[in-house]
């Protein structure tokens, strides 16, 4: 996929499917959040919930494009990468495709967040520039 080091399938499942007999609104966001996590781990072996530092990630922001409809059995692929990388947030930016087509694209801001202390902080470091190299920023 164009543009994205990271690609990560997704096979469509009943549970995904309204009552349009297409892809729920509400799944989209569960395909973003799994990819998220794939892309995560695929970095370090990391999660939402530790990305170093004593801090994982809370998402405050979320945005969807839906641009075609998908259907039980599609195969996807989910390109996931990171741009805006601040001193405490970044922002993960989403296609989805089925053979080639945009079906959706959005985007999720993510903040450093530690869950003992309950606020936001900085990024680790060694995160962040294992982001940058990823990402060539």
Do not use: W
């Amino acid at each position: 996929m164009e543009g994205f080091n990271f690609v990560f399938p997704y096979r469509v499942r009943i549970a995904d499917v309204n009552y349009g007999g297409h892809v729920a609104n509400s799944a989209v966001l569960n395909f973003f959040q799994d990819a998220r996590i794939a892309y995560l781990q695929k970095l370090g072996g990391y999660s939402e919930l530790d990305i170093g530092g004593g801090c994982g990630v809370i998402l405050p922001e979320a945005h969807v494009k839906y641009r075609a409809e998908m259907f039980h059995d599609d195969e996807l692929q989910i390109g996931v990468r990171v741009r805006n990388l601040s001193r405490s947030s970044f922002t993960m930016e989403y296609r989805i495709e089925r053979a080639g087509e945009v079906t959706a694209e959005g985007e999720t801001a993510l903040v450093c967040f530690d869950y003992q202390k309950r606020k936001a902080r900085r990024l680790d470091e060694f995160f962040r520039k294992k982001l940058q190299g990823v990402e060539g920023a």
